[in-house]
């Protein structure tokens, strides 16, 4: 046993391993020498992009590439030199998957950023908001896929996994059930997320209301959506959520809008001069949009009546702030021009109460 693991007794064929050494030098030297020129010349042809976008898809290939074709040299290598093929070509059952599955990746994210910056140039808030949606959802889709896929090659260049998934396909039915129930949310979550991208009932950057949420969307994954609140609290609804059910959606086709403001006054209120004032000054202010500007007496109770004002601006936070405006004005307007409009809670003792006359007792 002992005189096995004698260094003396062990055969090296010295001159094929530096046969096998000097090839794999030279194919590794070629190919890194290839991969400077071609991305030498490829930095000068992107150089002219104006929007460097072309730019951010090369300098993230850089990397998967040069791997890439380092080890395509070694397999050209292998295939002239049989002692350095029966290393490698073990080695290569893994890096060749692997590698083009990171190259794959390396694309869609590179794809995906490269189209996120031409949406910045983009004049049409809505526009870029649905092309924002689609390119996160599908892009997230195409890299689980990637490495799904990447995984399962990988895992087959293992002689036990692809024993064991030879005995799987011979019971396939039993496989296909306990598969497809262990994998019901995952593949739930997966179509829910493209039919988001497809149907676009919500998009990143759309303002909805959502189980008493209102906020922004702010990121769209598979399995759920985060919602960024006016107060910069995140909350986390499931994907499903907005396709099994019905939610508000304030910036669908733009982000124009019409919004209340209701006054509660007294009974004895001038309605006309209230009206009047208020399309003065809504007219005058900067953030109405010229479409909608309306005064109406909605409601009328026994000890006060119901004014409602209805405004519009070319954006949510345009009306939001048009509102507290009008809101703030109207109420100081109503002070100053008539305080007898102002509900007031009013107890009349005509004449007072019989006992209350009564002169007290000393």
């Known amino acids: 046993m002992f005189e096995k693991l004698n260094p003396a007794n062990w ?3 010295t001159e094929a391993a530096l046969e096998a050494g000097v090839v794999l030098v030279l194919a590794l030297a070629i190919a890194y020498l290839l991969y400077r020129v071609i991305f030498a010349i490829l930095g000068r042809l992107v150089a002219v ?7 951010v898809i090369i300098d993230k290939l850089r990397k998967p590439v040069k791997w890439a074709m380092l080890a395509m040299s070694v397999t050209l290598a292998a295939e002239g030199n049989a002692w350095l093929g029966s290393f490698w070509e073990p080695v290569a059952r ?4 692997a590698i083009l599955g990171w190259i794959a990746y ?3 994210k590179a794809m995906a950023a490269a189209l996120e910056m031409r949406l910045e140039a983009s004049d049409d ?5 649905s092309r924002r949606t689609r390119i996160a959802i599908l892009s997230r889709t195409a890299t689980v896929a990637i490495v799904v896929i990447t995984v399962g090659l990988m895992l087959l260049g293992v002689p036990g996994v692809r024993d064991i998934g030879t005995t799987l396909l011979a019971s396939a039915g039993l496989a296909a059930l306990a598969i497809g129930a262990a994998a019901q949310p995952a593949l739930k979550s997966l179509i829910a997320g ?4 497809i149907t676009e009932p919500v998009r990143i950057g759309d303002l909805v209301v959502v189980d008493g949420h209102t906020g922004r969307v702010e990121e769209i994954k598979m399995s759920f959506v985060t919602v960024r609140t006016w107060d910069e609290r995140l909350v986390v609804v499931p994907t499903s959520e907005f396709l099994d059910k019905s939610f508000e959606n304030w910036s669908r086709r733009d982000e124009s809008l019409t919004g209340p403001v209701f006054l509660h006054l007294d009974p004895i209120a001038d309605v006309a001069a209230i009206r009047a004032e208020f399309l003065r000054f809504v007219e005058g202010h900067e953030l109405w949009d010229k479409r909608t500007a309306g005064a109406l007496l909605t409601e009328a109770y026994p000890e006060s009546k119901e004014m409602r004002l209805a405004m519009s601006a070319n954006t949510i936070g345009d009306l939001f702030a048009l509102r507290c405006d009008v809101r703030e004005y109207m109420i100081e307007w109503l002070n100053l021009t008539q305080p007898e409009a102002l509900i007031r809670h009013r107890l009349e003792v005509p004449g007072g109460h019989a006992k209350a006359n009564e002169p007290g007792e000393p």
């Open 94 to 97: 893994f890096v060749r998957p």
């Open 11 to 13: 055969q090296v064929p």
């Open 49 to 55: 992009d104006r929007n460097g976008s072309s730019a």
């Open 106 to 108: 390396t694309v869609v």
């Open 194 to 197: 493209l039919q988001m991208a």
């Open 125 to 129: 808030p809505v526009a870029t908001r």
